[in-house]
Nanobody, 115 residues
Framework: QVQLVESGGGLVQAGGSLRLSCAASGRLLGFNAMNWYRQAPGKERELVAGITAGGRITYADSVKGRFTISKDNDKNTLYLQMNSLKPEDTAVYYC?????????WGQGTQVTVSS
């Protein structure tokens, strides 16, 4: 059973930083692509950043240069370092992976950026 547990969200002022973590069950990170998504109120869930098993990284244009995705395979943990945060980054952030045809999601962690 795949379990993903996010942590690290909170309230921060614009320009501040947060680091999100996603603890994964088993040894997923060495074999699966992992992603961070976010969903703001009234908006669709969107892909923020992704990292393949081999370490190839992609970012949404809106976070390039400000967010950094990384992982520690030995700790089975995915990270998202978020710098220069903006009010429009306010959302629930979700950790995600896909195995075969099934998407797995964490419970989400709230990030609120005040202006």
């Amino acid at each position: 059973q795949v379990q993903l547990v996010e942590s690290g969200g909170g309230l921060v002022q614009a320009g501040g930083s947060l680091r999100l973590s996603c603890a994964a069950s088993g040894r997923l990170l060495g074999f699966n692509a992992m992603n961070w998504y976010r969903q703001a109120p009234g908006k669709e869930r969107e892909l923020v950043a992704g990292i393949t098993a081999g370490g190839r990284i992609t970012y949404a244009d809106s976070v390039k240069g400000r967010f950094t995705i990384s992982k520690d395979n030995d700790k089975n943990t995915l990270y998202l370092q978020m710098n220069s945060l903006k009010p429009e980054d306010t959302a629930v952030y979700y950790c995600n992976t896909k195995m075969w045809t099934t998407n797995y999601w964490g419970q989400g962690t709230q990030v609120t950026v005040s202006s």
